[in-house]
């Protein structure tokens, strides 16, 4: 039985599975605070397994049903993340909350993020239970997902390419072919093809929040160094502290933000070490990282989607230094963009030599910034996702409509 609603509204559900780090649920909020602001009474929830997904500030309309949260250990496996249960028991409750949440909030559109059927298959009752009520299904995707021959074998083992036969009606990749086409080794059929659209980058807004104090080195033109969720962060941030404990000379001081998936010994280590140097201070998180990108002279990342996006829309000079394991994903990204000049990148050679790093932070200041580089539809993301989506929330207001009209007025006795 299909849900029933107290109020009027169109209806989004997003559903991101968040085993670790921080991208996709700022993709997803991304997507859904745009949404709100394009749609009058669009009410949108985020389904997440971010433990920390309580520390950012959602705007009115957007809310956040948390699942338990589950971990990848480096053999690969999945385990409870906070829960003494095994992890079938987690998956379980995880898809059982799931469903119920789709089946009473009745979306018009689910929008599922890059997992096709969901952390070990979880949303695939949820995706049938939709389908089955002509709820449109959506599949969005990163710009790279991985190399294909990890990629292939990847899907093949999630069974991936049957839930983007059966259920999904459209696959959105929030990127340009011109930086990757993710799907391009799976072999898909011409009617999976037909799905796809590319909607570009999603850009990024900075909206100042009073209430969170900026650090003392932001009164000062600072460059910004940051490993996103910092859980895979350690090397990039040894890397910079040794070129500032090399050079003391490096044109401008550094705000090193280590990320809240960061070892807590590691994060203690390179607090020490950053309170040693005059020039560098380091945080562990801060939940508006537009704000400090937004004010910085440039930008020292690992190339995450969402840091790039930023980097594209806030108009920074970037030296990214992508991660190869467990994926080539930031590798593929990084390469391509410099390719087009809208980054530079520095390969982690292992040695991480101090010199090298010093160098790349002495050249920043005459890297061209991306809006010197002309790429049509660059950031024309979230554009193109409202105009996918305006349809159907259109078809369901008017479907409003045709029931109002269609209820008779009781006129009582005067």
């Not at 280590?269 to 040693?276: G, I, K, P, T, W």
């Not at 090298?356 to 920043?364: H, Y």
């Amino acid at each position: 039985m299909a849900g029933v609603r107290s109020s009027r509204g169109g209806r989004v559900l997003i559903y991101s599975h968040d085993t670790f780090g921080l991208g996709h649920l700022r993709r997803c909020s991304t997507i859904a605070h745009h949404l709100v602001s394009e749609f009058d009474e669009l009410s949108v929830i985020i389904l997440s397994g971010s433990p920390i997904i309580g520390s950012f500030d959602f705007r009115a309309r957007v809310d956040f049903v948390r699942v338990p949260g589950v971990i990848k250990l480096r053999n690969g496996e999945y385990t409870a993340l906070n829960l003494h249960i095994d992890l079938e028991e987690t998956l379980n409750m995880r898809s059982s909350i799931i469903e119920h949440t789709a089946a009473i909030f009745d979306p018009d559109i689910f929008i599922v993020d890059k997992e096709p059927g969901g952390l070990r298959g979880e949303v695939l009752e949820t995706l049938k239970m939709l389908k089955e009520r002509g709820t449109r299904l959506v599949l969005g995707l990163r710009d790279v997902l991985d190399e294909p021959a990890l990629l292939v074998p990847e899907w093949q083992r999630k069974n991936a390419l049957p839930a983007l036969k059966a259920f999904y009606d459209e696959i959105w990749i929030y990127g340009l072919p011109q930086i990757c086409e993710p799907l391009a080794g799976l072999d898909l059929p011409r009617a999976v093809e037909r799905k796809v659209t590319y909607t570009g980058y999603l850009p990024r807004a900075v909206s100042y929040s009073p209430t969170t104090p900026a650090p003392e080195i932001t009164r000062q033109p600072y460059l910004l160094v940051t490993p996103g969720g910092g859980g895979d962060g350690e090397n990039l941030i040894d890397w910079v502290l040794a070129a500032y404990e090399s050079d003391m000379l490096l044109p401008y001081p550094a705000l090193l933000v280590l990320g809240p998936f960061m070892q807590p010994e590691r994060q203690a280590e390179f607090l020490a070490r950053a309170a040693e140097l005059k020039r560098v201070e380091a945080i562990i998180f801060n939940p508006h990282m537009e704000n400090l990108e937004d004010n910085a002279v440039g930008i020292v990342a690992m190339g995450g989607y969402n840091t790039f996006c930023e980097v594209l829309s806030l108009d920074k000079r970037a030296v990214i230094v992508p991660r190869t394991l467990p994926r080539r994903e930031q590798l593929i990204r990084a390469s391509q963009a410099q390719q087009l000049g809208l980054v530079r990148m520095l390969e982690d050679d292992g040695a991480r030599d101090a010199a090298v790093m010093a160098a790349a932070l002495r050249a920043l200041p005459r890297q061209p910034q991306p809006s010197e580089i002309v790429v049509p539809g660059l950031l024309e993301g979230l554009v193109n996702v409202s105009r996918l989506v305006e349809p159907w929330l259109r078809r369901h207001q008017e479907a409003d409509l045709n029931e109002d009209a269609a209820t008779p007025i009781a006129i009582g006795p005067r």
